[in-house]
């Protein structure tokens, strides 16, 4: 049985692109653009606010250091969430409890000492951009009698 092959014929064409030269920016809009200044973030969270370090420090260990950029600090801080669980596995173990109150001990303080830091620590807002000069209309002066 013979096996009918249709061939799919695709045409291209390729259009020359010619480039259109785009018009120049308003003043206005390039005065806008040029005082713009670029806000960083953390995770859509603009940075430079000691209370949202603190409260992120709050939640987790470490996170507002990593809100504020000290990323090894907040490795340090985060890691030790890992003691409970490896101290709950090695009291399950041995029968006493005395790894897990140590393990739950640490992590309190560094909880302390991450809110601490990151609310400490955090560097200021970036700054606003300067005002531009609005010019003034000076009135004409009125025609004296």
Request: net charge positive.
């Amino acid at each position: 049985m013979p096996i009918l092959m249709v061939p799919v014929l695709v045409a291209a064409q390729v259009a020359t692109a010619t480039a259109i030269p785009s018009p120049a920016p308003s003043p206005a809009l390039q005065a806008k653009t040029a005082s713009a200044t670029v806000v960083p973030t953390f995770f859509g969270v603009p940075k430079g606010n000691r209370w949202v370090a603190g409260t992120f420090s709050l939640m987790v260990n470490g996170l507002g250091q990593y809100y504020n950029g000290e990323n090894d600090t907040g490795n340090v801080m985060a890691a030790t969430l890992l003691t409970f669980p490896i101290a709950y596995g090695v009291d399950s173990l041995t029968g006493s409890p005395y790894l897990r109150i140590f393990s739950y001990t640490a992590m309190t303080m560094v909880k302390v000492w991450s809110v601490w830091d990151a609310f400490t620590y955090s560097p200021p807002p970036p700054p606003k951009p300067a005002a531009s000069p609005k010019s003034v209309a000076t009135p004409a002066p009125s025609p004296s009698h």
